[in-house]
């Protein structure tokens, strides 16, 4: 069961960050003050804070530049380019082999470094996926549920691998090979998946937050590619 006050500070401090934003008169591309400046003025956690800058990040309305900032809006164009170039070059096959390289690694970090607010987090993404009406909405609490175990991570250079890939991901296999019905069934194999991957990381059992990544994801290439 999701933490009523660890998902309600969270959401109470996205609701904050997202007035504050639109009162500030911030153009494109504007660098954000630093997250303790923030957490000052908001009168949020940082933990609370750094959700709030996910669930906009994951939603396209900021970005993050290594060793830079935080910045208001989507990408810019040339750093969109260059993922638009990476996935006119590669295919499916390739995205799941980096998939399976990577995400495995990333949720054995999240089982050690998440926080409770981080599993709240990961914990209404599970709630949504299940309440999706459209493979579109299921796809986006799918997405949100990936970037939420990277999140957990505590690891920039890992959640900037992550988001570089699942950018090209979405290119490539978004929306791919979905046949009727037009939502996820109730059986859907990733429900189950989600929930191991998850309870994993919570019980803070690194192994098993890993090989349960790894079975999901090789679930999700046999649909997607048919191996």
């Known amino acids: 069961m999701i933490d009523q006050c660890g998902a309600d500070c969270g959401h109470g401090a996205l609701t904050q960050l997202t007035a504050w934003l ?8 504007d660098r954000l003050p630093s997250e303790r400046e923030l957490c000052e003025v908001l009168g949020v956690s940082r ?6 800058l996910s669930e906009l990040e994951a939603d396209g ?3 993050r530049h290594v060793g830079k900032g935080t910045f208001l809006g989507a990408r810019p ?27 495995p690694v990333i949720a054995m970090e999240s089982a050690v470094n998440a926080t409770a607010v981080d599993i709240d987090a990961m914990r209404a993404c599970l709630a949504g996926s299940r309440r999706a009406d459209t493979w ?25 691998m992550f988001d570089t890939m699942n950018a090209v991901r979405r290119a490539v296999v978004w929306g791919r090979l979905r046949a009727a019905p ?16 998850v309870s994993a990381i919570a019980d803070r059992d690194v192994e098993g937050a890993s090989r349960s990544m790894r079975r999901h994801l090789a679930a999700v290439q046999e649909h997607l590619l048919g191996r």
């Open 61 to 63: 309305k900021l970005w």
């Open 47 to 52: 933990s609370e804070l750094r959700k709030a």
């Open 136 to 160: 579109r909405e299921y796809e986006t609490w799918d997405n949100r549920l990936h970037r939420a175990i990277a999140t957990g991570a505590r690891n920039l250079v890992l959640l900037t």
């Open 22 to 29: 639109s009162q500030r008169g911030l153009s494109e591309n």
């Open 77 to 103: 164009a040339a750093a969109a380019a260059e993922l638009g170039q990476t996935a006119a070059q590669t295919n499916p096959a390739e995205v799941m082999r980096a998939r399976l390289l990577v995400e």
């Open 182 to 197: 037009t939502r996820p069934p109730a059986d859907h194999h990733s429900f189950a998946d989600h929930d191991a991957i």
